[in-house]
């Protein structure tokens, strides 16, 4: 849409065009059989039309390009792209030309001239010439301000501008969903899935040319895209990565905590934001656009204020033998030291060796200890290992941790063969 002030008698004419790729020619094809009336015309005709493709003229695209025809859509993430020209209309010498290009969005107005310097003189049938560029980071409507001064033979100051107004579209529907790789307060990782769902919410094809995950200070991060065959790495979407209109890819992250950072129980507990998704394309003839989502944030998970994890722990064992685990308890506080004491509670198919009720002593905030514990099992099969309990004696709170691994319980004779 191009609103205009009033018009004025100006010796200079104002020109603007934006500034994209052409588009192959698409031609509808004209057919019929040889026995029909027009008999062999129509495929004659298609045959000496330059705009087919030679051997495969019925197919509808071309060999030729074809300029825009309008101003097109404009996508968050493209860099817009115009053309201005300032042409002398007149027969006379122009002086102190000055070109401004603004572009006014909903937050902020951003100027685009390349040079804010006047030109001296433009003479009778002469123009001058500038691109501009920006990269789309908004969406929304979005104007586009040209204004020229410049100063006539006689000495008169003289002033006008113009608008072009145009919406910037969203290409993109990015959704994001985080999964702890802990399922409950015994896990022993700090691991954090990300899955990121991105449509393609414009009329035509994407070419995703890159989908990477940017971590914060305290992760690394590994992508989960790709499988080895034959030793090489192939993409899970297949060769061609297209992403046809309104379909959607889901991409799949881990994050590990750095050691520096995993080594501290209470870091890493309060931490919610992760990183950011980095998103570039190409569209039509190899347009690129390109995308940065805001920090990603995640539910911090709820440790508690003490942490049980396993170290170590046998995948098989002999039933109704003694084998041992070693456990790591963690004060998630980062100002409360606690006074801990375990109590082993037997199971129906665990029992647990040693004395309940002693005392472990006192763990300083963000401090560990490890405990190496005996027990065994009366059951054979995949059985829990349930029934700790650990009491605070500062507060009087006892933390209760169930199912904190799994472990195989076989036979003698069966483990033996």
Same mark, same amino acid.
């Given at each position: $849409? ?5 018009? #004025?008698? %100006? ?29 062999? =015309? ?24 074809? =300029?825009?025809? /309008?101003?097109?859509?404009? *996508? ?10 300032? %042409? +002398? ?16 969005? &909903? ?72 999964? +702890?790789?802990? &399922? ?23 070419? $995703? ?23 090489? &790495? ?53 347009? @690129?656009?390109?995308? #940065?989502?805001? #920090? ?13 994890? =396993? ?24 100002? @409360? ?8 509670? +037997?199971? /129906? ?9 002693? #005392?472990?002593?006192?763990? %300083? ?28 004696? *500062? ?23």
């Amino acid at each position: $849409m191009d609103v205009n002030q009033p018009k #004025q008698e %100006h010796l200079l004419a104002l020109k603007v065009m934006r500034l994209t790729k052409p588009t192959l020619f698409t031609n509808i094809p004209v057919t019929c059989e040889e026995r029909d009336l027009p008999g062999n =015309l129509f495929n004659q005709l298609m045959k000496d039309d330059p705009s087919t493709v030679k051997g495969a003229e019925t197919l509808m695209l071309g060999e030729m390009l074809t =300029l825009p025809q /309008n101003f097109g859509n404009i *996508f968050l993430g493209e860099t817009f792209s115009s053309y201005i020209s300032v %042409h +002398n209309d007149s027969n006379q010498v122009v002086k102190d030309i000055l070109v401004k290009a603004d572009l006014q969005t &909903s937050s902020q107005r951003l100027n685009l001239s390349a040079s804010s310097a006047a030109v001296a003189e433009l003479k009778p049938d002469c123009c001058i010439d500038d691109v501009i560029h920006h990269e789309v980071k908004e969406i929304g409507t979005h104007i586009l301000v040209c204004a020229v001064s410049y100063t006539t033979q006689t000495g008169e100051k003289m002033y006008f501008r113009k608008f072009f107004k145009f919406q910037v579209l969203k290409p993109l529907d990015v959704k994001t969903k985080f999964y +702890n790789a802990e &399922s409950d307060l015994s896990s022993v990782t700090d691991d954090v899935f990300l899955e990121a769902q991105i449509q393609n919410i414009t009329t035509s094809p994407m070419f $995703m040319e890159k989908v990477s995950l940017e971590p914060s200070m305290m992760y690394n991060v590994a992508e989960l895209n790709t499988v080895n065959t034959a030793g090489e &790495s192939e993409s899970t979407f297949g060769a061609r990565t297209y992403l046809q209109p309104m379909d959607t890819r889901q991409y799949l992250y881990c994050l590990k905590p750095k050691q520096e950072f995993a080594e501290k129980a209470g870091v890493i507990k309060g931490v919610t934001v992760i990183g950011k998704l980095d998103i570039v394309w190409k569209t039509n003839l190899g347009e @690129r656009g390109r995308l #940065q989502t805001s #920090q990603l944030q995640r539910m911090a998970p709820g440790y508690g204020d003490v942490r049980l994890s =396993l170290e170590t722990i046998p995948d098989t064992v002999n039933l109704e033998e003694p084998f041992d685990i070693t456990c790591k308890i963690t004060n998630c506080s980062s100002e @409360r030291t606690m006074d801990l004491v375990l109590e082993m509670c +037997n199971t /129906n198919s665990i029992h647990w060796c040693g004395v309940s009720g002693r #005392q472990l002593g006192k763990l %300083h905030p963000s401090s560990s200890l490890h405990l190496a514990l005996t027990l065994l099992s009366s059951v054979q099969g995949l059985q829990s290992v349930s029934g700790l309990r650990l009491t605070d004696t *500062f507060l009087k709170r006892t933390y209760e941790y169930d199912d904190i691994a799994q472990v195989c319980v076989v036979s003698s004779e069966i483990k033996q063969s």
